[in-house]
C-alpha cells in the first residue's frame, strides 16, 4: 500500500542505549519530516530534509541525528537515549495536493518510544 | 520563534450542541491546515485553508481562516460521538515552503 511506513511501532530502552528508526515512504515525495509528539505540546519538529542528501534541524533536534539515504528512506538516530525522549515520534512526506496546489503532509503510524 | 496556540485544551461537549475550536499563530502564513487523530493512531488531514477568508466544511465541521488576526476556526456543528478526536492546527512558515508548525492540539469528547 502507498504511504508513509515506520518501525519499530513500539520500543523500550534503557538510558544510554542507542536506536534508530527507520521511515519510508514510496510516494516518489522529496520533502520528509520527523516529528514528536507529547501531551499537552503537540507535534514538534525534529529535523527535515527537502531532498535527498540534505537535512535541516528543526525547533528540538539536540539529541537526535538524521540520515537521507536516498529518496525514499529518512531514519532518526538516538545515540544515547534520555528518559526526556521517551515520546511518539512520527515521520511525513511533504505532496502537492492536486485540487488545491498547496503543500500538505502525510504521516505514518507513529513509533512509539518508551526509555526507562 | 513561531508559536501556534489553540484552545481549549480539552473540550467536553455533549452530542447536539455546537462549540468552536480556535487557532492562533504568531507568524505570516497564508497556509492553515486541520489535522485529526483518533486515539493511538497516525494524523489525517481534514482542511487545508489558502487564502484569508477561506472556508472550507465537510459535513458537520467548518474551518475558517482570517489572516489578518493570525486566527483559524474548526466549527462544529450537532456534535456526534464520531467527531471525538484530538484536532490539531498547523501553519505552514512563509518562504519556506517546508517548515509546519503545529498546535498545542484540541482533545474533544461528545457525550451521548
Known amino acids: 500500500n502507498a504511504g508513509v511506513t515506520q518501525t519499530p511501532k513500539f520500543q523500550v530502552l534503557k538510558t544510554g542505549q542507542s536506536m534508530t528508526l527507520q521511515c519510508a515512504q514510496d510516494m516518489n515525495h522529496n520533502s520528509m519530516y520527523w516529528y514528536r509528539q507529547d501531551p499537552g505540546m503537540g507535534l514538534r519538529l525534529i529535523y527535515y530534509s527537502a531532498s535527498e542528501g540534505t537535512t535541516d534541524k528543526g525547533e528540538v533536534p539536540n539529541g537526535y541525528n538524521v540520515s537521507r539515504l536516498n529518496k525514499r528512506e529518512f531514519s532518526l538516530r538516538l545515540e544515547s537515549a534520555a528518559p526526556s525522549q521517551t515520546s511518539v515520534y512520527f515521520c511525513?512526506?511533504?505532496?502537492?495536493?492536486?485540487?488545491?496546489?498547496?503543500?500538505?503532509?502525510?504521516f505514518g503510524a507513529g513509533s512509539r518510544l518508551t526509555v526507562l | 520563534e513561531l508559536k501556534v496556540e489553540q484552545n481549549p485544551l480539552f473540550l467536553s461537549m455533549q452530542e447536539g450542541k455546537n462549540y468552536t475550536i480556535y487557532c492562533n499563530y504568531s507568524t505570516t502564513s497564508d497556509r492553515l491546515y486541520w489535522y485529526r487523530q483518533d486515539p493511538g493512531k497516525s494524523l489525517e488531514s481534514l482542511f487545508v485553508l489558502l487564502s484569508n477568508g477561506a472556508v472550507k466544511q465537510e459535513g458537520r465541521l467548518m474551518a475558517s481562516l482570517d489572516t489578518k488576526a493570525r486566527l483559524s476556526t474548526l466549527h462544529i456543528t450537532a456534535a456526534v460521538h464520531d467527531l471525538s478526536a484530538t484536532y490539531f492546527c498547523a501553519v505552514l512558515r512563509a518562504n519556506t515552503g517546508n517548515q509546519f508548525y503545529f498546535g498545542t492540539g484540541t482533545s474533544l469528547t461528545v457525550i451521548p
Open positions: 511525513a512526506s511533504r505532496s502537492r495536493d492536486i485540487s488545491s496546489g498547496a503543500n500538505v503532509l502525510t
